[in-house]
């Protein structure tokens, strides 16, 4: 299990920072059917306390890349990030697994088709600058407290809200979103971790490997975040080199495949 955990971590690292989406897409779908008797209440915060520290690691590879978010865009995305992931938190501690489950791939299947059906601004990256007016700072903010209700209510980091918009309504180009999107799930996740760890659990599974019991905090087991982190350290900065090579519609296409697939998955298993 040990081994699993880590090996599940290095495909996290690479796709965490390639698309900037922090691998709750993969996290959750894959601790479900790892702990199937864990309910989703401790799942999330596994999720979400892996995507914290990638999206550290992965925001501090970006800057030393060349690619430094600005502060202009990166604090009202994390303000309302914050107050999303406080709401989404406490609502999920309210609901079912099963509804849980079935938000968490319904979500999926709304950004796929956003993300193929909507067309993007074709902007040289040479030319680009970010721009910060009243329209861009409101979209940003609306999707970053969207985006962060979902995060807190099913695991994932956010950013499944946050790229389409950068991508298709600001026209930023593909290479600095995965920048944009970790930066603002960093501060995101933590205000979340917050929510499940300070949280009194009932009836939750605690994994069978060492020292998982002493690292419960909450409905956060640190453990399973910890292991799996220890995985994506090693192929973060692979995800951020191939985020500077691939071509925006490439980038698209790939991102729409991958949650149709979880999510049909999700659906799948949860109707059966």
């Given at each position: 299990?040990?081994l699993?955990?880590?090996?599940?971590?290095?495909?996290?690292?690479?796709?965490?920072?390639f698309?900037?989406?922090?691998g709750?897409?993969?996290?959750?779908?894959?601790?479900?059917?790892?702990?199937?008797?864990?309910?989703?209440?401790?799942?999330?915060?596994?999720?979400?306390?892996?995507?914290?520290?990638?999206?550290?690691?992965?925001?501090?590879?970006?800057?030393?890349?060349?690619?430094?978010?600005?502060?202009?865009?990166?604090?009202?995305?994390?303000?309302?990030?914050?107050?999303?992931?406080?709401?989404?938190?406490n609502?999920?501690?309210?609901?079912?697994?099963?509804?849980?489950?079935?938000?968490?791939?319904?979500?999926?299947?709304?950004?796929?088709?956003?993300?193929?059906?909507?067309?993007?601004?074709?902007?040289?990256?040479?030319?680009?600058?970010?721009?910060?007016?009243?329209?861009?700072?409101?979209?940003?903010?609306?999707?970053?407290?969207?985006?962060g209700?979902?995060?807190?209510?099913t695991?994932?980091g956010?950013?499944?809200?946050?790229?389409?918009?950068?991508?298709?309504?600001?026209?930023?180009?593909?290479?600095?979103?995965?920048?944009?999107?970790?930066?603002?799930m960093?501060?995101?996740?933590?205000?979340?971790?917050?929510?499940?760890?300070?949280?009194?659990?009932?009836?939750i599974?605690?994994?069978?490997?060492?020292?998982?019991?002493?690292?419960?905090?909450?409905?956060?087991?640190?453990?399973?975040?910890?292991?799996?982190?220890?995985?994506?350290?090693?192929?973060?900065?692979?995800?951020?080199?191939?985020?500077?090579?691939?071509?925006?519609?490439?980038?698209?296409?790939?991102?729409?495949?991958?949650?149709?697939?979880?999510?049909?998955?999700?659906?799948?298993?949860?109707?059966?």
């Open positions: 299990m040990l699993i955990l880590i090996i599940i971590g290095l495909a996290v690292g690479v796709f965490s920072a698309f900037g989406v922090g709750g897409v993969i996290l959750v779908p894959t601790l479900y059917a790892l702990f199937p008797r864990m309910v989703p209440q401790a799942v999330i915060p596994c999720s979400l306390g892996v995507i914290f520290l990638n999206s550290c690691l992965n925001t501090y590879n970006f800057a030393k890349d060349g690619r430094k978010p600005s502060l202009k865009l990166v604090t009202p995305l994390g303000i309302f990030i914050v107050l999303g992931i406080f709401l989404g938190g609502l999920a501690q309210q609901l079912s697994p099963r509804v849980i489950k079935m938000i968490f791939g319904g979500m999926l299947a709304l950004v796929a088709a956003k993300t193929l059906f909507t067309k993007t601004k074709k902007i040289e990256l040479e030319n680009w600058q970010l721009e910060t007016n009243p329209r861009v700072l409101f979209l940003c903010s609306l999707a970053a407290f969207f985006g209700m979902i995060a807190g209510l695991g994932l956010g950013g499944i809200i946050i790229v389409p918009l950068l991508i298709t309504v600001i026209g930023m180009p593909f290479k600095w979103v995965p920048a944009y999107s970790n930066a603002t960093a501060i995101g996740t933590f205000a979340g971790l917050c929510t499940y760890a300070l949280a009194t659990p009932e009836n599974m605690i994994p069978d490997f060492p020292l998982a019991e002493q690292l419960q905090w909450g409905y956060w087991n640190v453990g399973i975040s910890l292991l799996i982190f220890s995985g994506a350290i090693f192929t973060s900065k692979l995800g951020v080199r191939l985020s500077g090579q691939v071509s925006q519609l490439a980038a698209k296409r790939l991102f729409a495949a991958l949650l149709i697939t979880v999510s049909a998955k999700i659906f799948y298993t949860t109707l059966l």
